[in-house]
């Protein structure tokens, strides 16, 4: 069929709707690779790094991490890296029991669940 033949016709719904919901899964994928993944990736190099690091390079990477649980929707864990980053100007003991909160958190937090495909109903 020629496009201009396909406009009149309505999509097939079931085929509309698994695409959707293809397309909405590949989003949420794509969302957590891009706030979660990065978060738990940029903490973990802060943490193995933190021997090299300034205070004042820890507080700026651990306000971007904050940023981006924030953004995952994740706000406790975004909280608790907020105040990590404001205790390591003062206190390392006091930041290193916050980091390991957020972490504990963060860990706890949703990750994208493997879908189970829909059981259809068979009629006969």
Not at 9 to 17: A, G, H, I
Not at 39 to 65: Q, S, T, Y
Request: charged residues 35%; contains cysteine.
């Amino acid at each position: 069929m020629k496009q201009q033949d396909l406009k009149g016709m309505r999509p097939d719904k079931p085929l509309e709707l698994l695409v959707e919901r293809v397309r909405k899964q590949a989003l949420d994928q794509f969302k957590y690779a891009r706030t979660c993944m990065l978060a738990r990736e940029l903490c973990h190099l802060i943490r193995m790094e933190r021997a090299v690091f300034e205070k004042e390079d820890v507080h700026n990477c651990c306000g971007l991490v904050s940023k981006l649980c924030k953004e995952a929707g994740c706000d406790e864990a975004s909280g608790m890296c907020v105040k990590a980053a404001e205790a390591v100007l003062a206190n390392e003991k006091t930041y290193l029991e916050l980091c390991e909160q957020s972490c504990k958190k963060c860990s706890e937090s949703r990750q994208p669940r493997a879908q189970q495909p829909e059981r259809t109903t068979y009629v006969a």
